[in-house]
Each structure stands twice: as C-alpha cells, then as structure tokens.
C-alpha cells in the first residue's frame, strides 16, 4: 500500500458515505481546504489527525500510518494539466503570472509568496449572473536574502 492508494480509499469512502470535505474539516479542527489537500495526498495529518479521518472512513492502520507520512507534494499528472478546471488555473499564471510577480515585487521587494505558510479559503459567492468562486490566498512574503 502506498499514499496514493489510501487517498484512493478516501475518496471512494467518501462517495460511498456522502461526506463532505467540510464537514470532515470541522471533525478534525483544521479549514476544509487544508484538509482536503491533505486527503488528496499533499500534506501530512499528526496522529490524532489521522486517527479521526481513519475512523471516519473506515481505514487500515497502515493507511491511518501512512496518513502520517510527508507525502511528495505535487499531484499533477503532467506538466500541462489536461483537466479543464485545473487546467483554468495554469491559465491564470500563465496569463496573470507576471502581474503577480511585478505587483509582489513592488510592494513587497524581492522576494516570493510562500507556499508553506499558506493558507486559503474557497468560497461560493452568490450572483443574479450566475455564482462566482472566491478564492483568497494568502502566504507570507519570504525576502531573498543576501549572503
């Protein structure tokens, strides 16, 4: 068994149980968008985390274990991504990349957006012309030093 397979038994629990990802989050004290990450294998749950999603959805104690590990983070299965909703937000840097970057760099300096001190909240935003996603991040600006 490796990490992908528990995510797997995850997500197949989860369809077969009708959960939600948020209601799994509230369960376990963390934001649904974190949680969810970490069901689909991009971060790592402490014991007592793990414990709580492994008895929510039914899991072996090696995939309870596993849920413990530090994955390899990075879950694209190509450098393009092909799915059209993933695909929307390659487009999104590859169209605003260079905004982000020159408007961080001048109020910020030179540095980057962290990707480890992150955190991000989803939400539907209701609209007469049709529901918009709001998604908010926000990571702490980490200067590129000199030495």
Not at 89 to 98: D, H, M, N, P
Request: with cysteine; net charge positive; hydrophobic share 40%.
């Amino acid at each position: 068994m490796n990490r992908n397979d528990v995510t797997e038994m995850i997500i197949t629990a989860k369809v077969a149980k009708g959960i939600k990802w948020c209601d799994l989050a509230k369960k376990v004290g963390l934001s649904k968008e974190w949680v969810t990450a970490g069901c689909l294998g991009q971060m790592t749950f402490d014991k007592k985390q793990a414990t709580t999603i492994g008895k929510i959805f039914g899991l072996s104690a090696e995939a309870v274990a596993l849920l413990q590990v530090v994955p390899y983070k990075g879950s694209l299965p190509t450098a393009v991504p092909t799915d059209p909703l993933i695909y929307r937000f390659y487009e999104l840097v590859s169209v605003y990349g260079t905004t982000f970057k020159e408007l961080i760099h001048e109020e910020f300096g030179d540095g980057i957006m962290s990707a480890i001190d992150f955190k991000m909240d989803l939400q539907r935003e209701p609209n007469a012309a049709g529901d918009r996603v709001s998604i908010v991040m926000s990571g702490k600006f980490l200067p590129y030093k000199t030495y």
